[in-house]
């Protein structure tokens, strides 16, 4: 029941990622324009290229607000990553055992073999 649950929340927060996708890479590029502009706003010299930069650093943080909602699929992809860690948690943890390096453990391990 807890494998099926992981899926459905798995697949819910995929979609969930894949509706945001669009917004996400907006989100991104804008940042990105944003610290581009930030460079070049310190490395400029005169008042109007300034100003100039102010002005398209503005621009483009009002494309990047307008897409703040790209932090749901952020979270979703989150949700998603922790869903992935839970369920190969899961899977490691059935019908594995651990080897020990402690001798008295090897010991009595084979001991039980032994006597089988």
Request: aromatic share 16%; charged share 15%; hydrophobic share 55%.
């Amino acid at each position: 029941m807890k494998k099926f649950m992981l899926f459905v929340g798995g697949l819910l927060a995929f979609f969930i990622l894949l509706a945001n996708l669009g917004p996400m890479i907006l989100l991104g590029v804008s940042v990105w324009l944003l610290y581009i502009i930030f460079k070049k706003f310190i490395k400029s010299d005169s008042a109007a290229g300034k100003i100039g930069w102010v002005i398209a650093g503005l621009f483009v943080l009002g494309i990047g607000l307008s897409n703040i909602y790209a932090v749901i699929g952020i979270a979703a992809a989150y949700v998603l990553y922790l869903i992935y860690t839970s369920w190969k948690d899961d899977d490691q943890s059935v019908g594995q055992v651990v080897e020990e390096n402690d001798p008295f453990t090897n010991f009595e391990r084979q001991w039980a073999e032994i006597n089988r």
